[in-house]
């Protein structure tokens, strides 16, 4: 079985997946689950593994322009990096308890806690550039 992930416009896909070492297939609870990797984060000495989940769904403008600016924030340098930051997408279409939770307010960004648990961030506006989306992740993790 294929994974996919659909960005909106063709010519961005070559940059979406730069970033990204490796997209892998995971079984849970009979759905799939995308897993992307930043290749920073592999080369990262830090102990401490800051984790993201994006909820999304294929054929949602919103979540494909989120991804892109995601894509562009893990992409910048300097002192808010997020490239130790490893990102999840969850495609809610694959898990009925997350279509449920989610399925009208998606695009959702969420924290995974030291303790594994998650905590849904604040919407960030489509309008946002992207250094104020790295700028509210980065606040969100040094909290």
Do not use: H
Not at 78 to 88: E, K, P, R, Y
């Amino acid at each position: 079985m294929a994974a996919r992930v659909s960005v909106a416009n063709p010519a961005m896909r070559p940059r979406f997946f730069q970033n990204f070492r490796s997209a892998i297939l995971l079984p849970q609870r009979n759905s799939r689950l995308l897993l992307f990797r930043t290749s920073a984060f592999s080369s990262s000495s830090s102990s401490v593994t800051r984790k993201l989940i994006l909820y999304s769904k294929p054929g949602c403008c919103l979540c494909d322009g989120l991804k892109e600016k995601l894509d562009a924030a893990f992409a910048l340098p300097g002192s808010n990096s997020l490239s130790d930051v490893q990102l999840q997408i969850r495609d809610i279409t694959s898990n009925p308890e997350w279509e449920k939770l989610y399925q009208y307010e998606i695009p959702v960004l969420a924290r995974v806690m030291d303790d594994g648990t998650e905590e849904t961030l604040p919407r960030l506006s489509p309008r946002l550039g992207v250094e104020l989306v790295r700028k509210k992740i980065a606040a969100v993790f040094n909290q």
